[in-house]
């Protein structure tokens, strides 16, 4: 899969394409369909699909200090985009000076001149250009002018998540803050995930017998609530089991809150430095102060145990 950032990155030389616009944040399941809706036709059409889609979020341009939480950054889109099939992804830098094109400029600039779209597949509710005017409809009667059609696809998936509310990257943003790990996987089509670099800690866990992977978060992350979670930590292609902590360790009067994996019976493990990536299956229990290093102890030995009860059900199916 090609990966383009900015509108110079295209080849020069590329033609007609199936095209698909948004933030896409998390990949879920009502995106899906759109997306492989794309790459369905693109491939019935014999032309390549792609995503375009924006960084930062177009909410912290319009909106300083309002970028949402993210639910996967952008080279994990383009992860699961790619297993989706599409053949390029483009990440638009969202300027000010972008934000402010009319919505038939952004078309011609975008659609138009660049990617050659021979068709755009979108949801109902998609919106583009300044104040984003543009809507689906907009969009088709450009498709007139310039030679393009436009699908509208109906992204709204709903299961138990949310109470029955339709799919979204709000309401997975919602669940995961409120610790609904397991609901943000329904909607997600796979669990959670947090990344970033292991760094050093205060080491308590090594001394208690538990060493943790100390994970410094990309900007912006999602990050569950605080409590301690089943998942995985994934390192270099392998995916270990693991108890997750999320919080501030109130048992030493932490002030900074941190997410810490313990790869449950691997002993030896050296990551510091190493970029991993945490996958939250299950909550466990809130985050607690406990009357004694000894109760904690029990406590951690009791959470390693249903961890890895959760993890070994679920791999089981």
């Known amino acids: 899969m090609q990966r383009w950032r900015g509108l110079e990155d295209i080849p020069q030389d590329w033609g007609r394409s199936v095209v698909t616009i948004g933030s896409y944040d998390g990949v879920h399941r009502g995106h899906q369909l759109i997306i492989g809706r794309a790459v369905e036709r693109a491939r019935e059409l014999g032309v390549p699909s792609v995503v375009v889609t924006f960084d930062p979020h177009p909410s912290e341009v319009v909106r300083p200090g309002s970028h949402p939480p993210l639910l996967a950054p952008h ?33 011609v600039k975008v659609l138009v001149d660049k990617l050659h779209a021979q068709l755009v597949i979108e949801g109902p509710n998609f919106r583009f250009g300044h104040k984003a005017a543009g809507n689906v409809q907009l969009l088709t009667e450009l498709g007139e002018t310039y030679d393009y059609r436009v699908e509208v696809i109906d992204l709204y998936v709903s299961g138990e998540a949310g109470g029955g509310e339709p799919f979204s990257s709000t309401l997975t943003r919602r669940l995961v803050a409120e610790g609904d790990v397991a609901g943000a996987a329904e909607i997600l089509g796979r669990p959670h995930r947090v990344e970033g670099i292991v760094v050093r800690g205060a080491q308590r866990g090594r001394e208690l017998g538990f060493p943790t992977a100390n994970v410094e978060t990309l900007p912006h992350t999602a990050i569950p609530s605080d409590g301690v979670y089943a998942g995985w930590l994934n390192v270099n292609g392998e995916a270990m089991p693991a108890a997750i902590s999320v919080g501030t360790n109130p048992q030493f009067d932490g002030t900074e809150r941190t997410v810490e994996a313990y790869a449950i019976d691997r002993v030896g493990l050296d990551l510091y430095g190493l970029h991993v990536a945490v996958d939250f299956l299950a909550y466990v229990r809130g985050m607690l102060k406990f009357d004694s290093i000894d109760e904690l102890l029990v406590a951690m030995a009791a959470d390693v145990k249903r961890c890895s009860e959760l993890i070994s059900a679920y791999e089981r199916g």
């Open 75 to 107: 080279h994990r889109r383009a992860e699961l985009m790619a297993e989706l099939g599409v053949d390029a992804v483009l990440i638009l830098p969202f300027t000010t000076e972008f934000s402010r094109l009319a919505p038939a400029d952004f078309i």
